[in-house]
């Protein structure tokens, strides 16, 4: 099995605002943004900068535990 790639914070963040996910950032101070999906995900606490190098166990988990994906689904977003 392959494992998730390493992404930059504003790789990951165009991720979670495109579709089908459809994540809006609904407040922001500094680099801590809550995200909202209007897609019925769960809300997520973003707090990356842009161009930190997030690793892959991290990306895992966002996509997989917080918004709730599937390994297939995800890895299709990737």
Request: one cysteine or more.
């Amino acid at each position: 099995m392959q494992r998730f790639p390493a992404l930059k914070g504003q790789q990951l963040l165009a991720i979670l605002t495109r579709e089908p996910l459809a994540y809006v950032i609904v407040r922001q101070r500094g680099s801590h943004r809550k995200l909202c999906s209007e897609r019925g995900y769960p809300d997520v606490a973003f707090s990356f900068h842009d161009r930190v190098t997030i690793p892959p166990g991290v990306v895992r988990k966002i996509l997989i535990a917080d918004v709730g994906l599937s390994e297939g689904e995800a890895r299709a977003l990737l």
